[in-house]
């Protein structure tokens, strides 16, 4: 994944600091986040979202709204028309620089800032909204004990999430005359609607609100125990896979690379998800490949050892059903349970190694049939003519070169 910095003129004419996240190769589409009330680009949820959907061929920009962030202006002159007008610019700069966005995605108050500012982008073929409220005014609920002072004096100092803010009466009537119903109902885009159950922030009415306001094609999601903001890591993973797998439905297909398409190869990249998240194509078939948590990955696909104890174990059950058929042998089913540890050379009577520890793969295999013992006994000997058991007995050379990179 390729991340660069850019900057725009938002709205007001402040300058506007973004992030754009790129798939390593080519490019499918390109997508547009919009960030929570009072957050920024940076926020966790962000990050992987723009990650997961790089992983799959999309480029995300997000960015920070006036006043927010590192971007320029005073947040106290900001309010939701003009965070709506901040997206529509930051879509101009894609359309300008790359290519109009294909997916707006959005979280929280940005959700609703992108159903408001989806009418804006033609090219937008879907609208993804993460913890949204269905009416802008709600977030007026987050320093409801200042409103009165608000509307007294005109402006007053709030604290949100701990920190303070400058909120004028502007922002609140701002808001109070928004009728996003409306938008939704007119939005003639795909739609996937995304929220928890409990959600503490912004209730799960909202979601139902938006979902119903909304036409077809329109999708929900249960983020089922998330918070609000998706502190949680896993929860911010499932959100940002959710959105990554919803968005490729409404894209072209993602092209072979040049190395994709060479007969017999396997392409393995990181995708950015997590520490050690891998993306693994195998001509038209991906896989995925992670470490657990306890080494520091996210168990999101099966480790290296064990991708490689699934080649034994599935070459081993190809071998026994093409030597069964070949003998018209009463073969119903095959499986084979592959253990792999690494064990000290000296515990190893057969092993040629005297020092050390050694790799050990243990087969345990399940023949269902009426198969005599004789049968039986001779496919258990088969097992270990299958072409990946016998690999490692041979004589194994690996070749590294490094590719260039296109600039």
Same mark, same amino acid.
């Given at each position: 994944m390729?991340s660069e910095k850019?900057t725009f ?5 402040d300058?506007?600091?973004a992030?754009?996240e790129?798939p ?10 919009a ?5 920024s680009k ?9 990650a ?34 901040d997206?529509?610019?930051a ?12 997916i ?13 500012a ?21 977030v ?7 409103i ?6 005109g402006e ?5 999430a701990?920190r303070?803010?400058?909120?004028r ?7 109070q005359?928004q ?25 799960? !009415?909202?979601? $139902?609100?938006i979902?119903?306001?909304? *036409?077809? #094609?329109k999708?929900?999601?249960? /983020?089922? %125990? &998330? ?6 890591r ?5 959100a940002a896979?959710?959105?990554?797998a ?10 072979a ?8 190869a ?6 950015g ?10 001509g ?5 490949? !992670?470490?657990? $948590? ?5 168990? *999101?696909g #099966?480790?290296?050892?064990?991708? /490689?104890? %699934? &080649?034994l174990?599935t ?25 792999q540890?690494?064990?000290h ?9 005297a ?23 001779r ?7 299958? #072409?990946?058991?016998?690999t ?8 590294t070169?490094l ?5």
């Amino acid at each position: 994944m390729k991340s660069e910095k850019a900057t725009f003129a938002g709205a007001g004419g402040d300058a506007l600091v973004a992030r754009l996240e790129s798939p390593a190769g080519e490019i499918r589409a390109y997508a547009l986040f919009a960030h929570c009330f009072t957050c920024s680009k940076d926020i966790f949820a962000a990050s992987r979202i723009a990650a997961a959907l790089a992983s799959n061929g999309i480029a995300t920009l997000r960015f920070d709204f006036t006043g927010l962030g590192a971007s320029g202006g005073d947040f106290a002159n900001t309010n939701f028309s003009s965070n709506v007008g901040d997206l529509i610019a930051a879509a101009d700069w894609l359309r300008a620089e790359r290519e109009a966005p294909s997916i707006l995605i959005g979280h929280s108050l940005g959700g609703a800032a992108v159903l408001a500012a989806a009418g804006a982008v033609e090219e937008a073929v879907g609208v993804a909204t993460i913890g949204a409220p269905s009416d802008p005014g709600h977030v007026a609920h987050l320093f409801e004990d200042d409103i009165a002072a608000i509307e007294r004096d005109g402006e007053a100092d709030v604290r949100i999430a701990g920190r303070p803010f400058r909120i004028r009466k502007q922002f609140l009537d701002d808001i109070q005359g928004q009728r996003l119903r409306d938008k939704v109902a007119g939005l003639r885009k795909a739609l996937l609607v995304m929220h928890a159950p409990l959600d503490r922030t912004v209730g799960i !009415d909202n979601a $139902a609100e938006i979902f119903q306001a909304a *036409r077809h #094609p329109k999708s929900f999601v249960s /983020l089922d %125990s &998330a918070d609000h903001l998706l502190t949680r890591r896993e929860d911010a993973v499932y959100a940002a896979e959710m959105v990554a797998a919803w968005a490729s439905r409404f894209l072209p297909p993602k092209r072979a690379s040049g190395a994709e398409a060479e007969a017999g190869a396997v392409v393995v990249a990181e995708n950015g998800i997590g520490r050690f998240g891998q993306d693994i194509a195998a001509g038209e078939h991906r896989l995925r490949a !992670d470490e657990p $948590a306890s080494v520091g990955g996210l168990d *999101r696909g #099966p480790t290296p050892y064990q991708l /490689l104890s %699934s &080649a034994l174990g599935t070459c081993t059950t190809m071998t026994l059903r093409m030597y069964a058929q070949r003998k018209q042998w009463p073969l119903e089913r095959a499986a084979v349970t592959v253990r792999q540890q690494k064990i000290h050379a000296a515990d190893c009577a057969e092993c040629e190694t005297a020092d050390g520890k050694i790799d050990s793969f243990e087969r345990e295999i399940e023949l269902v049939g009426p198969l005599d013992e004789e049968q039986r006994a001779r496919l258990l000997e088969i097992a270990d003519k299958c #072409p990946v058991h016998r690999t490692p007995h041979g004589e194994v050379r690996v070749t590294t070169t490094l590719r260039p990179v296109a600039e």
